[in-house]
């Protein structure tokens, strides 16, 4: 007997609980809603200019 059909015999397959495209789905999906959330933040320093002016000019 040679090596190669000694790990054969040895090796059991484990099929996936999902098609493994399914998986890159779910991926791009948690990304996306990430990205989404980061997004809503943008531009929130800007929202309350009037607490910025003042404290910015304390600092030289």
Do not use: C, Q, W
Request: glycine content about 10%.
């Amino acid at each position: 007997m040679n090596v190669l059909s000694v790990l054969a015999e040895g090796e059991t397959l484990h099929p996936l609980v999902l098609p493994a495209p399914v998986f890159g789905l779910i991926a791009l999906g948690v990304f996306f809603f990430m990205g989404l959330a980061i997004f809503t933040y943008r531009d929130v320093a800007n929202r309350h200019s009037h607490k910025t002016n003042k404290s910015s000019g304390g600092h030289h």
